[in-house]
Nanobody, 118 residues
């Protein structure tokens, strides 16, 4: 079992920045690829970014390329999503996920709300 706990969400003005954290626990959590997803009100959950278990490869959805950055710190077993130049349309609940074989993810966090005001 892998447990994931997100933090770092909040209210920010457009153009601002936030850094989300996802703390993972569990005996094998360091071997999982990690991803960030988001779900806006009335919309389906969508992929945002992912990083391989070794940290050598990252992927981003087109709408966040150049603004968001995913990283992981093994010493703290934590994955980060640095979000810069935030837009109103980035408003959503952001979820962290862990999976051995993406795009299938096996474990999910509870989510953290990000609200970007104009």
């Amino acid at each position: 079992q892998v447990q994931l706990v997100e933090s770092g969400g909040g209210l920010v003005q457009a153009g601002g920045s936030l850094r989300l954290s996802c703390a993972a626990s569990g005996r094998t959590s360091r071997t999982y690829d990690m991803g960030w997803f988001r779900q806006a009100p009335g919309k389906e959950r969508e992929f945002v970014a992912s990083i391989t278990w070794g940290g050598s490869s990252t992927r981003y959805t087109d709408s966040v390329k150049g603004r968001f950055s995913i990283s992981r710190l093994y010493a703290k077993n934590t994955v980060y999503l640095q979000m810069n130049s935030l837009k109103v349309e980035d408003t959503a609940v952001y979820y962290c996920a862990a999976g051995l074989y993406p795009p299938n993810y096996d474990y999910w966090g509870q989510g953290t709300q990000v609200t970007v005001s104009s």
